[in-house]
């Protein structure tokens, strides 16, 4: 959905995947469920099969994507057999904004009432298309809540297997053996949302979602970082990812994941800059003239070290929430303590794994 392409550099930087590989393509700037998202998707799906017709196409969509138009593009398609339509939802969620999905369906009745559309109707209409649904975060909520959540999706969908799954992973033979999508089910479904849906489609920001991108050479002050996601991210802010660095770790980069309440660091590698000052960093001297090459071609005052985030949200919240962030960097004072060996206080773990925190 936004222009930075976080999720298309991560899988790209995979032993999966060579440069150029034509069997992974990644659409950014859009939704591909948006009129333009779909030619997007028409012409990466023709790349794919003049090379060699794949066994099993996976789309990952961003989660501000409706399923029906791409139900209906893959449903048209001869070449293709539409197989899993799988929802992924996020169970922490689920329990803190709709009271363990007591309130789901409930506030998708008072928005049918008013006239009115939002990403609650985005989040039910997921579930009415869906195959397939999973539960992530369950080892966030009280283990008693998850049959009053599976109840509430099974109230929105009767026939949707609900799968409760660690950290999204979802073994693959489970995922090839999904039978074919029944399009039969969905029919009167998508007839009947045609009406209220077909303006959406002219918007590439649908849902009053919007997005936002933060880009800066400086780093961030761990202290103000911490206090601004501790008591400033409201639930409005739904998806935020990217590339960052902190003024007291500054040879790390590190990835920023944060969906709904949770944020996820983990570390993405070194910054050339930050090896290059490592005095025992090993390398012979063709290995570090070829690094301050490198840097030399990137623009930032502290060599290839940036802040890079995309923020997704309501309207409402994602300028504010963006400005938050800013006044995160480094000042012109603090960046001349930083660079003076000066330091700043951390409460960030010491460790950044693949955890949430």
Known sequence: MSELDVDGIIVAKTDF????????????????????????????TKRMLAKSAPDLLIVETSGSCHPMPLIEFFHAQPEFRLTGVLTMVDSAMIDEEYD???QLFPAMQRNVRNGHRDTTNLLV????????????????????????????IHELNPFV???????GNLPLDKVQAIPDFDHHRVAKLIQELKPSFEPDRQDERPYNLATRVLEDDRPFHPQRLWDTCQH????????????????????????WNQAAGGIALELAGYWRAGILEDENNGLDETEIQALKDFIAKNPG???????????????????RFTELLTECFLTE?????????????????????????
Not at 232 to 255: C, E, H, N, T, V
């Open 333 to 357: 004072e603090e960046i001349e303590h930083w660079r003076s060996g000066g330091e700043f206080p951390d409460p960030w773990p010491d460790n950044f794994v693949t955890r949430e925190y």
């Open 125 to 152: 209409e997921q579930v009415m298309f869906c195959s397939h649904l999973l539960l992530t975060k369950v080892d966030r909520i009280e283990e008693s809540k998850l049959p009053t959540i599976a109840q509430s």
């Open 301 to 319: 005052r502290f060599g290839d070290r940036r802040c890079h985030l995309t923020v997704i949200g309501d309207r409402s919240q994602v300028d």
């Open 232 to 255: 400033q991210l409201g639930q409005l802010i739904y998806r935020s990812k990217g590339f960052f660095y902190l003024a007291s770790r500054d040879q790390f980069s590190l990835l």
């Open 161 to 167: 297997e609900v799968l409760s799954v660690p950290f």
């Open 100 to 102: 363990a999905g007591r």
């Open 17 to 44: 995947f060579e440069e150029s590989d034509p069997h992974f393509a990644s659409i950014h700037g859009c939704v591909l469920s948006s009129r333009k998202g779909i030619e997007e998707l028409r012409n990466a």
